[in-house]
């Protein structure tokens, strides 16, 4: 799958400003961001988060999952370090989409949890691709990472995509009493590392 540079803004946000980088797929039309501070292309490994779209927890202020305050987080880090970049890709719900995350959610309701929720609707438990992440680093002048996550499982899937990510730095944050058996989920069952679930 491709993925072309579109255009470029700046982003102020209450951490600073960034740029924000478009990017599209050809075939899907799926549309992805990047959002960078700082000079990339010299000056070592680049503090990286690559964030897969969650409208209820980024947007919405969701406590199902733990995701708005890992975006928020890996922003605060950045804007700390003053170089960075977050890959923010538009891949709602590991893959299967918003409405489908909505009848994921109605399932776990009635007590399964998010694996066995996806599989009853007939998906496996996590469908996302990094297949288009290269051609944006590369694009931004990025060559190795510093990669903000508990999902080793993640800094697989970017390796094979030929991205050199130097050290995985733990992202644990935001948890709460509704994210608990989702997080416990995550680590028995889809391989996180996370010290307190
Ligand atoms: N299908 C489904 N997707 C979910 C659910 N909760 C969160 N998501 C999606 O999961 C994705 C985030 O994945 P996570 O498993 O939370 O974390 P990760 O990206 O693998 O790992 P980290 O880098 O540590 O955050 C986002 O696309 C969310 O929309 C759920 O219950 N069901
Ligand atoms: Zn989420």
Redesign the pocket.
């Known amino acids: 799958m491709s993925v072309r540079y579109v255009a470029e803004s700046r982003l102020p946000t209450p951490f600073g400003e960034f740029i924000m980088h478009g990017f599209e797929e050809s075939g899907t039309g799926k549309e992805h961001l990047a959002l960078t501070m700082g000079d990339l292309s010299q000056g070592g490994p680049v503090l990286a988060r ?5 409208l ?2 980024d947007a919405l202020f969701s406590m ?4 708005g305050p ?1 975006l928020e987080a890996a922003m605060r880090k950045i804007a700390e370090a003053g170089r960075g970049v977050i890959l923010y890709l538009r ?4 893959g ?1 989409g918003l409405l ?2 909505v009848r ?2 109605q399932l ?1 309701d009635t007590g399964l949890d ?1 694996v066995e ?2 599989e009853e609707l007939g998906f496996a438990a ?1 469908l ?1 691709k990094y297949d288009m992440c290269k051609t944006m680093l590369d694009h931004l002048g990025v060559q190795k990472l510093v990669l ?4 080793p499982k ?1 800094v697989e899937a970017l390796t094979r995509q030929g991205i050199d990510v130097v050290q995985r730095q733990p ?1 644990q944050t935001g948890q709460n009493p509704h994210n608990e058996k ?1 997080l416990t989920t ?1 680590v028995w069952k ?1 391989g ?1 590392l996370y010290d307190t679930a």
Do not use: F, P
């Not at 690559?50 to 969650?54: F, K, M, P, R, W």
């Not at 199902?64 to 995701?67: G, K, L, S, T, Y």
């Open positions: 690559v964030h897969s779209e969650c209820t927890g199902r999952c733990d995701c890992q891949q709602e719900g590991r299967i489908n995350k994921a959610y776990q998010t929720a996806n996590d996302r903000m996550t508990n999902n993640k992202h989702y995550k889809l996180h």
